[in-house]
């Protein structure tokens, strides 16, 4: 009987694979209040998800009420993030929804993808809107920290084509070891046209989505002992009616994983990126694509 | 030291229960049926008495081995792997927890826990479970009651000179009235062996500790109950032909079982066997340094079992019913550790997880046509079911394959067996489905170091379907027999390995990812001679000769078919002295596979010589036996050792046995 019960117990513990494919940082998804703003009476609720603005895309959710803490039933919701850089002054912005939209909950919503953490410099949210008929406008100080789940990296490049683009992911927040499928959000820098009017002048730090691309898609595992291991069944990302980029990534263990991507524009020109080896190469760390986004489950 | 001190116990005891016939009182016929189907037959080869339980399957005909080293060779029935042929103990199904074959069943068993082996060929062997190939049965030591001497004790201890094997194995049983035991306990530590240029195989070493124990109560007149245990250790087992060796692995196989006789009925015995066994196998790699990953691939099988079976006879007409069920849970995990261990682990499922459900019956039928004739039949019907709990990984490859899976497996037999003086003839056939295995349905990335691919399972894969002919005739008198047997296997969806163009390895030395597939079909032919000769009374010759073919559906050959292989054994007994010789070898591996991964496997020859001498010491029966196998210290691989690693060389071996 002792025998028995010693060796039912096992020696080594199995693997508790389903804690370790998602830690708690992953797994919650919740809206909660970044910060508030208030100005002539009302009060600028922002909440993104887990209250904290970070690096690569976030959610972003503005609400809007009286003094009493009613609905003060707003239109015309805008809101600018601006960075001004500590190292030279100089103000930048980042893609972002500029007129949110209005849903059902009496929410506005839109989303940023914070290209830089707070530590480069002060990011600012500026949020313009309208109750009967009178414009307000106010903007308050917020923290974009670090991106602490590496499934929602981000990358900005310049393009062949002289322009400045961002590919930012969106989903698999919580990645499998099986088909995921991935979104990502691609957005250019927009050019300004005329001299700035008064600070912030939306048009000079106004961004797009990139229409009609493809975002060519090559996961591997970089660490030189997975010899440039690759998967099958991947599916190039292209543009569905929401207007972001999705496709199919199939990840055949958990550990690193670079996306090699390779963008194309609507003729097919290439944008960005290079084709990366696809020999098994033991003991190499795996050739990355100029343009690639790593990630970690 | 826990099983020295266990020796020395058993080496006090006396008294010997294995010669002894049972008596055929009322009170004693309970386990006759055992006494007389087994007691004959030792775990022992002709040429050596100290032998493994892999030794001594090899001495079949039937069977062949792929060896990854000098432990756990994996069995192949009738050149076929083992996931065509089951493996049982007394009909208990039990299933390795090593990915990579490294744990076959009869691993964890050892040749003093057994009292014989039973091979059945084909569809013949479906009484256990669906099989293609058949079903190699393993019986446990099971003493009956009511023997005159009570207490029977024996104990064998050896040394082999070439990987400096030393093992000791030492039994006892207890047969009383109401009670009955046998208990047995071995441990052998081999080191490293050497082969015929003198080289040392690196990591070729093991070390086996295994322990048993059955007790049966006799709680009536006809009926008993019995419980029996194996528990197995194997620690610090060198696979030279894989990149990974074993660190632990660690066995516990039980039973319980209700055996009721009846007298004058129709049923003539029915017997009840719950049954649980766990495995836990643990490879290790950091004894590799010049691997350039370090990973750990641990296995978990757990299965538990009900069998529950009954014998009918009736006139001239003789059946056997068995009711198989099992639950086998199977995991194996792969865990990678990166360069810097700083960073995370990458982890998968080398076997995500997976259950296997089998529920069956099955019965098998004789009929005496004749005191010259006699027909043999049998079926069974079965579902087979499976659950992947994490079939995110096998949809990586299958984006369409189910989480679970439920087959009908049916099988079916027919023979006619000839008795004319000293002749014999017999013809059968049979037909049988088998389901994909686990490492075939839902293996993920399992590396083959033979063929240097990774593995992908296929849920979707359709059962393999046997279509079997085989005949067999034979002479025999009180100075000779002969005897000839074939065996042709059509093999319908056969399952192979096949290169995907899809996908990229996850271990490092592999070079391609291979997924399993049907083939079309496949074909198997299997030839045996044997034959025997008393040249003098005391000088006895046996040969033997083996071909097989097999073919995949384009006519290509299959893997680890073994080539045309022979063997011959000179006996010569005068009084208590023995001596005895063996010449066996294959022939060039005409029909080899490049294709599968096979380079051709040159001839070769080895010869054995061993001597004995027996002597009583009071009650004490003594056996001395001292020997050599590849006397002539050639170097040599055979067809199916993985990765070409060769045999042992010379091999001086001695033996001491005693039975009290």
Known sequence: MALCCTAVSCTIDKADYEAEAGNSETDRYEFEEATTLHTQGYNISIEVPNGEFRKGYNEIRVKIEDSKGKNANASTVTSLPIMSRYADGSNLSCPHQYHLTHNDDGYFEGYAVFTEESEKGDWQIYIGFTVNGVSYQTNGSITVNEQTNKNLNMTSFTGNDGEAYTIALIAPRKPEVAENDIVAGIYKRNHPTGEPETFPDSSHFSYSRVNGYTLQLDPRMPEPSMGNHSSPNNRDLTQQSDSLYHGVVNYTMTGNWTLNFILLDQSGKIVKGTKVPSDFTPGVEGVKSELFIDILF | ?660
């Not at chain 2, 399952?495 to 496949?522: C, D, E």
């Open chain 2, 1 to 660: 030291m826990k099983f020295i001190i266990a020796i020395a116990i058993f080496g006090t005891m006396a008294a010997n229960a294995q010669t002894v016939p049972a008596e055929k009182d009322s009170v004693q016929t309970l386990e006759e049926v055992e006494v007389v189907g087994t007691a004959k037959k030792k775990i022992e080869t002709d040429l050596k008495m100290g032998v493994t339980v892999d030794e001594y399957l090899s001495s079949s005909t039937d069977i062949s081995f792929i060896k990854r080293g000098s432990f756990a060779w994996e069995p192949l029935l009738h050149n076929m792997s083992s996931e065509r042929a089951s493996v049982t103990i007394d009909g208990m199904h039990i299933f390795g927890a090593c990915t990579d074959k490294m744990d076959p069943v009869t691993s964890y068993v050892e040749s003093n826990n057994l009292s014989g082996i039973a091979i059945k060929s084909g569809q013949t062997g479906s009484l256990h479970g669906a099989t293609i190939a058949g079903n190699i049965d393993l019986n446990r030591k099971n003493t009956p009651f009511g023997l005159e001497k009570k207490w029977g004790a024996s104990y064998q201890s050896g040394f082999e000179f070439n990987n400096n094997q030393w093992f000791n194995l030492g039994n006892i049983s207890y047969s009383g009235k109401r009670l009955a035991a046998d208990a047995s306990v071995s441990y052998r530590k081999a080191g490293n062996y050497s082969d015929g240029n003198n080289d040392e195989v690196k990591h070729s070493q093991f070390s086996k500790f295994n322990t048993s124990l059955g007790m049966a109560y006799k709680t009536g007149e006809r009926s008993s109950v019995r419980a029996d245990a194996i528990f197995d250790v194997a620690k610090n087992v060198g696979f030279p032909a894989l990149p990974m060796d074993l660190w632990l692995s660690r066995a516990i196989i039980t039973s319980v079982s209700y055996r009721q006789l009846f007298e004058g009925k129709l049923a003539k015995n029915w017997e009840t066997k719950l049954y649980f066994n766990a495995i836990e196998h643990y490879m290790d790699d950091t004894t590799r340094p010049e691997n350039l990953v370090h990973m750990d691939m641990p296995g978990w099988s757990t299965t538990y079992g009900l069998l529950s079976k009954t014998s009918l006879q009736q006139g001239r007409f003789t059946s056997e019913i068995q009711l198989n069920a099992y639950e086998n849970l199977s995991i194996a995990e792969m865990h990678m550790y990166p360069q810097d261990r700083s960073k995370k682990t990458m982890f998968a499922y080398s076997w995500p997880e997976v259950t296997t459900r089998f529920a069956g019956v099955s019965a098998n039928g004789s009929w005496e046509i004749s005191e010259k004739s006699r027909l043999n039949f049998g079926g069974a019907v079965a579902l087979h079911y499976n659950r992947s709990k994490y079939a995110e990984f096998n949809r990586i490859f299958h984006p369409e394959a189910a989480a679970e899976k439920t087959r009908f497996l049916p099988n079916l037999h027919l023979g006619y067996l000839l008795e004319t003086g000293d002749f014999q003839f017999s013809i059968g056939s049979g037909y049988g489905h088998r389901a994909p295995s686990v490492s075939e349905g839902y293996g993920y990335y399992i590396y083959n170091s033979f063929d240097r691919y990774d593995y992908i399972g296929n849920p979707n894969l359709k059962n393999e379907i046997s279509y079997e002919i085989n005949a067999g005739a034979g002479f025999k008198n009180n100075k000779a027999s002969i005897e000839a047997k074939v065996n042709y296997f059509y093999i319908k969806n056969y399952i192979v390995g096949k290169i995907l163009n899809a996908g990229s390895p996850m271990n490092y030395q592999s070079v391609g990812v291979k997924g399993y597939t049907s083939l079309p079909h496949a074909t198997l032919f299997n030839l045996s001679l044997n034959a025997s000769y008393q040249v003098l009374s005391n000088l006895h010759w046996e040969a033997a000769l083996t071909y097989a073919r097999g073919r995949d559906a384009n006519d290509g050959n299959l893997p680890f078919i073994r080539p045309l292989s022979y063997q011959t054994t000179l006996h010569f007994k005068v009084d208590q002295f023995g001596l005895q010789t063996s010449f066996n070898g294959d022939a060039t591996q005409r029909d080899y596979s490049p294709f599968y991964g096979e380079d051709q496997t040159p001839a070769y020859a080895i010869w054995n010589v061993s001597a004995d001498y027996t002597f009583a010491m009071g009650d004490c029966v003594t056996v001395v036996q001292v020997g050599a196998e590849n006397l002539f210290d050639q170097y040599y691989s055979t067809y199916a050792d993985w990765g070409n690693i060769p045999r042992m060389g010379r091999n001086i071996f001695t033996s001491l046995k005693f039975n009290f």
